[in-house]
């Protein structure tokens, strides 16, 4: 008998089984989180994703899922909408990905959430949520 919480992992999930046979072997408990180890309840294992569109997500087996779990986060345009897609894939084509150096856009997005938010005056745009809570702290402490 499963306990409550038990996701039995999709019947005929074959290359997810050899996945994580794979990733156990480079991969410390096979997954890089723990909500996706089997101890939760994903038994045996996870299965892998392949990709998402929408409101849907893909197994490496070709199953079709409703993505309940959104990532473990909000994302209320789904999976890959495609006018955000391609307004992104434009810029990064245009201009690269990622900088360690200030760019002006920086400044537009800025004044973007101040004008969308009436009692922010300033914004400190962050990169990992890990650096957002240690400003957040820093903050609460001053």
């Known amino acids: 008998m499963k306990a409550k919480n038990e996701r039995a992992s999709p019947k005929g999930t074959v290359q997810s ?9 480079v991969i410390a408990s096979g997954v890089n989180s723990t909500a996706r180890t089997p101890r939760p309840g994903w038994s045996p294992y996870p299965f892998f994703i392949d990709h998402g569109k929408g409101s849907r997500i893909f ?8 993505d309940y779990l959104l990532r473990l986060g909000p994302i ?15 810029f990064v084509s245009q201009r690269g990905a990622v900088f360690a150096l200030p760019v002006a856009a ?26 957002a809570v240690l400003y957040a702290v820093r903050l609460a402490r001053a």
């Open 106 to 131: 920086e400044i537009e997005l800025a004044r973007k959430i101040i004008d969308a938010v009436p009692s922010v005056e300033q914004v400190h745009l962050a990169n990992p949520g890990t650096e």
């Open 17 to 25: 089984a050899h996945l994580y046979g794979q990733a156990q072997a």
């Open 76 to 90: 209320p345009l789904g999976h890959r909408p495609e006018q955000v897609t391609k307004v992104v894939s434009d």
């Open 59 to 66: 197994d490496v087996d070709g199953k079709e899922f409703i």
